[in-house]
């Protein structure tokens, strides 16, 4: 538990002032000036920011409080716990607790006093408290005062000696020291003899406080009488209750023996260096005895005293000479006050003390303890913000102790002092994890000494990313071809970012930025994977609806907040063949037939007709060529081959046909190339009646065909039935130039007519005085559009029934109309 004690010492220690009057001390006179340092000492450490004291007695119960931190460094409980706060001692048994939870110091191990400072006082222990974010340190020493748990005691229980009975009245003889761990007013204070008739004891002090007695000869022996003498001395400590130990003393009477031994000097003074090998020679002792015989012969030796220290030395006990044979640390002891004796053969004894001074030696290298370290720091950490604590030690004193930290320069650290002994390690430069990603520090601390002494550590130090860098594209902008009627799902193309932070931060995710192609979002056409950039198409491309898309993609880190850019992709649709060429004119009707008329006195290049297609593919798919396929007779036409021109290319005689069929081929120049067949009927006649007749028969020539055609067709169904897989093919080839020709129906594309100019008769014959004159009637399927057309003169176009029974009818029975001479004239065959 606290006592008064702790809670008054604590405040008097952190304000400055003089214990209190109610406070109950025992002092002996040495004590006095021991504590009166104590006080100097407390007065000083008050001037250290965070610096508490508190006493407390030894031997405490496991738990016991020892003070309220909190309360006494002015801390909030969750400072407390937030800063994680901790004891850091550098001792191997932590002797107390900090119980953050409640801010109380207790004890959390036994503290026996004369274990950890032996007969040092002020006995103390010394810590410190860390806490974090920020770090704060604030120094902790509890004093451990004494109590009276141990018993004076003789090393020896039985003491014996000789002594002459010629001794002189006021002979003195040193008796065994007793020992008591304690200190202070608990120490050993006082020796008593029990009553006998030859001896009084009286008592002196070492320099260092402690007793020892001497028996001092009252009343002469009678070695007749008396042959022996016992006595008993006790030795009484100053504790309450009192301790006390006793020690047998047998004195043997000899014969005389009247000279003591005598030192020539009554202190000796002598200096050895710390590390001195066994056997060093320090120093030698001297002393004389004025008897003669055995009596006279002087045998050295050390007196009795606590502690080791008598095992550090050893004195030859014939010539004083005094060496060293144990280890000498000058942090351990710097100076040894010994006394000696020198006892003759009757038993008398002279005494002295030599005092040994030791003197330092650089053999203590710092010793550095990494008390906080935060081993990842974010690189937008500000300037001066502390990376470590580290706390340096160097056993050694004066010069040999003071210590310089350091660091390499080269790196943007500094290092700052705070507390006696304690460093920070602070950032002297802002970070940039892109640039250095982890730091190698190597922190030096050297002494002072000659030659210097230095160790060191290294802290390895990670920097953690920011999300400070945007994502950048390969490419300023990326273009992409595809080719039309493209499968969905096929991969156009990828985009490519790059991010230079970390981790997350570098995680790229790729989006469309919302756009409208054609009045539909862009997703409908296009998707991107989002982790790998690679763009794939949803539907395939028509490139006669979209020839080109341009969309933005977006490059998105996961940081938070998230960075992102943009990057402009074209996709260029290229044109694919897919479109046959398409008539326009002769129109190829189903119930009808339309001839063209050649007058039989036409002469060579005479213009028959002109075919008119057009192919929705563009480029060199659009470019067409005719070529006359077949021809009842091939003398006598030729087709343009660029323009479709259908001319004569002889003189036409009365022996040609009435009845003229062209297949004319319109191929396009694609790669496959696509092609479709018109067929031309041609009337050769100079009158309309002439043709009525043969284009009757052609009609039902043309119906039989069919009907045969159609016989065909259903016998080579039946044949083929084990093809039924090229079947299958076939109908597939089918239904996609069925969809081709849908897509180009739902495109609203326009078809444009052709309007014939006036042709120029190449033949020299002079120019065509008629126009020609195309009436076209488009529906949105250009197979199911209507031509008329007519000329003047001879040139005239039939078109006729199949069903026709040869009966001429009038469609346009305008007079006005036929009486002009360049009028149309339409004539429907029924």
Partial sequence: MR???SSIVSDMATRGHPFPGSVRWRFSSTLRCQVGFVILLIFMVERVAGQIRYSIPEEMKKGSVIGNVAQDLGLDLKRLRSGRARIVSGENIQYTELQTDKGILVVDERIDREQLCGDVTPCSLSFEIILENPIELHRVTVEILDINDNTPFFPNKDIQFELSESATIGAKFPVESAVDPDVGVNA??????????????KQHSNPDGSKYAELVLQKPLDREEHPSVFLKVIAVDGGNPQRSGTVDIKVTVLDANDNAPVFNQSVYRAVVVENAPKGTYITTVNATDTDIGSNGEIIFSFAKIKGNKVDMFSIDENTGVISVTGLID???EKKYELRLEARDRGGLTGTSKVIIDVSDVNDNAPVINIMSFS?????????????????????DSEKNGQIKCSTDKMLPFKIQSSLTNYYNLVADEHFDRETTSEYDITVIATDSGSPPLSSSVTLQLRISDVNDNVPLFDKNSYSAYVMENNSPGMSITSVSARDSDWNQNARISYFLEDAQIGGNPVSNCVSINSETGVLHAVRSFDYEQIKELQLVVRAQD???????SNVTVKILIQDQNDNPPQVLYPVQTGGSMVAEMVPRSAD??????????????SGQNAWLSYKLQKATDRALFEVGLQNGEIRTIRQVTDKDAVKQRLSVIVEDNGQPSRSATVIVNVAVADSFPEVLSEFTDFAHDKEYNDKLTFYLVLALAVVSFLFITCLVVIISVKIYRWRQSRILYESKLPVIPYYPPRYSDTLGTGTLQHVYNYEVCRTTDSRKSDCKFGRAGSQNVLIMEPSSTGTMQRVQSDKSILDEPDSPLEVRLL
């Fill in 3 to 5: 006592t008064q004690h």
């Fill in 188 to 201: 050993l204070q006082n020796y008593i003899l029990a009553p006998n008739h030859y001896f009084v004891l």
């Fill in 330 to 332: 000058f942090e351990k």
């Fill in 375 to 395: 081993n990842t720091v974010s690189e937008d950490a500000p300037l001066g913000t502390t990376i470590a604590v580290i706390n340096v030690k160097d056993a």
């Fill in 558 to 564: 996961g940081g938070s907040p998230p960075l992102s």
């Fill in 604 to 617: 060579v290049g005479y213009l028959v007709t002109k075919v008119v297609a057009v192919d929705v593919d």
